[in-house]
């Protein structure tokens, strides 16, 4: 009867140990991604940019922005003020084409100007059940670099100004574009 107490009692406590599988809960912030807003250059109001797409660097897609769009195409254009794009989580460097009027048949309308963000990451843990996030700091010095592709009529973009180098969090804006 003592061996059957004894056994018991050390089941017992060899699973009160174990816990129950996490879930992680879709309201823990995870990775940040980088939020840009829009401002008409001369007043320094929001202004939405005009079917943007955004593509990666040595990317053929661009990033969904509308997942619900009927034509495929337009998941990949916006229309908004504000958008919110990841940076990538394995490099201290992510390139991305900004490509405005980008569904245009007429090329003379569409221009396209690359900016790449030069950043340190740094990996938090979060929980057992979500893991590990990642978040950047916009590099002081150098933080990003505007490129034009060559297009006749020159920048679309007139000026990049960091608001918020520290990218822990996208209830913020990061950074401010000026077109």
């Known amino acids: 009867m003592k061996k059957i107490l004894f056994t018991i009692i050390v089941i017992a406590f060899t699973f009160s140990s174990c816990e129950k599988d996490d879930i992680c809960d879709p309201n823990t912030p995870t990775t940040p991604r ?23 660097e040595k990317m053929t897609q661009g990033i969904i922005f509308n997942e619900n769009a009927v034509v495929e195409s337009d998941k990949y254009l916006t229309n908004a003020n504000t958008i919110s794009i990841p940076l990538k989580t394995n490099e201290d460097i992510t390139s991305f084409r900004f490509i405005l009027n980008a569904n245009s048949t007429n090329l003379d309308f569409v221009n396209e100007d690359v900016i790449q963000f030069n950043y340190t990451r740094q990996n938090i843990f979060v ?8 978040i950047f700091t ?6 990003f670099i505007l490129t034009d592709s060559n297009n006749p009529e020159g920048f679309w973009i007139q000026n990049v100004f960091v608001e918020e180098p ?14």
């Open 34 to 56: 980088l939020v840009i807003s829009f401002l008409d250059r001369t007043n320094s109001t929001p202004k939405n940019v005009t079917n943007l797409k955004v593509i990666g």
């Open 127 to 134: 929980s057992r059940a979500c893991g590990y996030k990642t």
């Open 138 to 143: 916009l590099n002081r010095n150098n933080p």
């Open 166 to 179: 520290n990218i822990e969090f996208e209830n913020e804006t990061h950074i401010k574009i000026y077109f």
